[in-house]
């Protein structure tokens, strides 16, 4: 972890937060090499991490108790898995389920058998348990019905499954919420942040689903085959490779973004830099057939990408077809020095918004040795620092000078004060409803930064009247309820990146930018909208496998490179009777 305040230092070709921090354009973002799930393969990788099956005891059906051994450079944990047989009326992937097909928990050390036994009771109980200070990271998942029972009839049957099912939904099972960071009993975040294994964002959580991606192909290997014990044939390796974990979320993710933006400023920050440096590197013919390798890459992945979302659906098209034209003009544009720069200007008049981060993603891809040391940087301990002796009239310059894109906020408007946010009764969770029409009010959480920052200014310019020498102590004796605010201000005014420049209350604003934001940092792909407040996207996909991490004949660059996976084509393969009319 590094503090916050480092990541003001300065840096040459950064773009500018008036750009980079639009909520649209942040809702355009891909997930990229400094994604979560690629720096902790990344980690695997080069630590040489074992993953191992230590206890298997499924029934014919697949239910019972898995557990995983993963043993890095120096501890181990373990990974303990209850498969239960779920009623159809019981299954969904809302917050307020209260029974899942798997519940799952990364515990460190051993679960001998006390411990064992007590997670036996809990952890199916999810947020209703009594969980362990031992536990790192609580979850649970449900199928993906169809998928998993194509999967199984055809393994069963003797042949492979059709990998277009996996293109379709490109997971067996999908997680509805990974807890970490001390909620419900387990580990708080202070004791993974002295732990050399998981003290980057969100490591454990993406180990926690890793390692339920690789039950998921064991889990139905072992049902196949006590199906048909004669028959059966396991998982094709290129299909295992190719099915990911799916994840279903919703507007539970969005207060995080703005809870924690000096966390966030580091994220947006460590790929700006990423971005710039490669800026500043001169092209050359071996990196623009790697640019055009992988920009083919992306737009057949883009082609294969199914979704049911309208508008995802036309979003996707228009990226496609933005993608075609880069292809085009990579094709016909001579290599030279500044050939990266060329094309993101050109990109700026020709391309969708989608397609310009797409760029900027695999720009990114193109130097791994230059960005690889950002993977140790997006941590930072957060700390706001409120400054008491500074002069109102800073303090109202820095307003004016740093946050200019929270004063467009006017109380008059009806748009602008449009949504409200809100916490739910039943689970606490974050809801957002339309202000004077629905109910929830009373609840309301305070996500809306630009509307806090204007009131604050119209109270602090009118302390200012007749108060011209005074310093922010006695504004805030005057108006107390405005404490957490400057202090916002004053830590958040020396960091570009940390601030989401939208009026979340707009009548405009789309709450899926807010999703797709923190998703793409995670490393998510197959972004498919349910609704315009809830989304699936799948993570892992293309991933290697456990037994692939400490595989001596294939270099890092080559492990690492599994971005934008594309259906397998597999010479020999049978791919069963399912007709093409037949897929999702």
């Known amino acids: 972890m590094i503090s916050a305040t480092s990541a003001s230092a300065p840096h040459t070709n950064l773009r500018p937060a008036s750009e ?3 909520l649209e ?3 355009s973002m891909f997930a990229s090499r400094l994604s979560f799930v690629r720096s902790l393969m990344r980690k695997m990788i080069k630590e040489s991490w074992q993953v191992s099956n230590t206890v298997f005891d499924l029934d014919s059906k697949g239910h019972g108790l898995a557990i995983y051994r993963i043993t890095t450079p120096g501890k181990y944990y373990e990974c303990v898995i209850f498969s239960r047989d779920l009623a159809p009326d019981q299954r969904s992937d809302r917050v307020i389920a209260e029974a899942w097909d798997v519940t799952f928990a990364l515990v460190e050390g051993e679960a001998e058998s006390s411990l064992l036994e007590q997670m036996e009771a809990n952890v199916p109980l999810q947020e209703a348990g009594r969980q362990h200070p031992r536990v790192l990271v609580l979850s649970r998942a449900n199928k993906s019905l169809r998928n998993f029972s194509q999967f199984l009839e055809a393994l069963a049957s003797g042949r492979q499954p059709d990998p277009a099912w996996l293109t379709s939904v490109g997971y067996l099972y999908r997680t509805t919420a990974v807890y970490g960071n001390g909620k419900f009993g387990i580990a708080d975040f202070a004791r993974l942040e002295r732990n050399p294994d998981f003290n980057r964002p969100f490591a454990a959580q993406m180990l926690a689903v890793y390692v339920l991606r690789q039950f998921s192909i064991e889990q139905l290997d072992h049902m196949a085959r006590a199906q048909s014990p004669e028959q059966a044939v396991p998982l094709h390796r290129e299909l295992q490779r190719y099915l990911g974990i799916g994840n279903s979320t919703g507007l539970g993710m969005a207060p995080f973004l703005i809870n924690h933006p000096q966390l966030i400023q580091q994220w947006v920050y460590g790929r700006e830099r990423a971005l710039a440096y490669v800026r500043q590197e001169p092209a050359n013919e071996q990196t623009h057939t ?15 990408t199914v979704t049911e979302d309208t508008d995802q659906t036309l979003r996707n098209r228009e990226t496609a077809s933005s993608i075609e034209k880069v292809i085009t003009w990579l094709d016909r544009t001579p290599v030279h020095i500044a050939l990266y720069e060329e094309l993101i200007d050109w990109a700026k008049e020709h391309c969708s918004l989608e397609a310009q981060e797409l760029i900027n993603t695999l720009l990114i891809e193109l130097y791994p040795e230059r960005v690889e040391a950002i993977d140790d940087e997006l941590g930072c301990r957060e700390s706001m620092d409120l400054k008491p002796d500074m002069k109102v009239r800073q303090l109202r310059d820095l307003i004016h000078d740093k946050f200019g894109w929270a004063l467009n906020y006017s109380e008059e408007c009806p748009d ?17 409803g339309v202000r004077g029409t629905e109910s929830g009010a009373e ?11 204007s009131r604050c200014l119209v109270k602090l310019e009118e302390f200012i009247e007749s108060n011209p020498n005074a310093i922010v102590v006695e504004f805030l004796m005057a108006h107390p309820g405005q404490k957490e605010c400057v202090r916002r201000i004053q830590t958040m005014g020396e960091t570009p990146y940390g601030e989401i420049r939208a009026n979340l209350w707009h009548k405009d604003m789309k709450p899926m930018h807010l999703l797709r934001t923190k998703l793409s940092f995670f490393g998510a792909s197959r972004f498919d909208p349910k609704s315009d407040r809830w989304v699936r996207i799948t993570l892992f996909q293309g991933a290697p496998l456990p037994d692939e991490l400490h595989n001596a004949q294939l270099p890092l660059h080559q492990l690492d490179d599994w971005g934008f996976p594309l259906e397998p084509e597999l010479d020999g393969m049978d791919k069963g ?7 999702l």
């Open 443 to 453: 609840k309301e959480m305070a996500l809306a930064i630009g509307p806090r920052i």
């Open 577 to 583: 009777q399912t007709a093409r009319s037949d897929r």
């Open 290 to 304: 790697s640019l055009r390798a992988f920009m083919a890459r992306a737009l057949k992945h883009l082609q294969q």
């Open 20 to 22: 980079v921090m639009k």
């Open 416 to 432: 602008d004060n449009y949504w409200f946010w809100y916490r739910s009764v039943e689970k606490e969770e974050p809801r957002l």
């Open 25 to 27: 354009r942040l809702g």
